[in-house]
Nanobody, 115 residues
Framework: QVQLVESGGGSVQAGDSLTLSCVGS????????MFWYRQVPGKGREFVGE???????RYADSVNGRFVISRDVNKRTMFLQMNNLKPDDTAVYYCRADVDLRTYWGQGIQVTVSE
């Protein structure tokens, strides 16, 4: 059974950094593409970035240059390092894994950035 569990969220001030973690289980970690998304109330989930099975990364324009996705296969963990955070980054952040043509989501974690 595929499971994804996010951690590391919280409340920070603009300009601060924060790193989210997503621990995956039930699948061959590192062999599938994984993503970070975020969602604010009243809107759909927004793509933040992805990391492929070859560790290639791609980011949304809104976070490119500020956020970095990485993965530690031995720890079965994907990371989202968020730098120079802005109030507009406030959202619930979700990790996602596409495993064998199925999509799995974590439960989400809140990140709040104040002025």
């Amino acid at each position: 059974q595929v499971q994804l569990v996010e951690s590391g969220g919280g409340s920070v001030q603009a300009g601060d950094s924060l790193t989210l973690s997503c621990v995956g289980s039930g699948f061959r970690f590192g062999h599938y593409i994984m993503f970070w998304y975020r969602q604010v109330p009243g809107k759909g989930r927004e793509f933040v970035g992805e990391i492929t099975s070859l560790d290639g990364t791609r980011y949304a324009d809104s976070v490119n240059g500020r956020f970095v996705i990485s993965r530690d296969v031995n720890k079965r963990t994907m990371f989202l390092q968020m730098n120079n955070l802005k109030p507009d980054d406030t959202a619930v952040y979700y990790c996602r894994a596409d495993v064998d043509l199925r999509t799995y989501w974590g439960q989400g974690i809140q990140v709040t950035v104040s002025e």
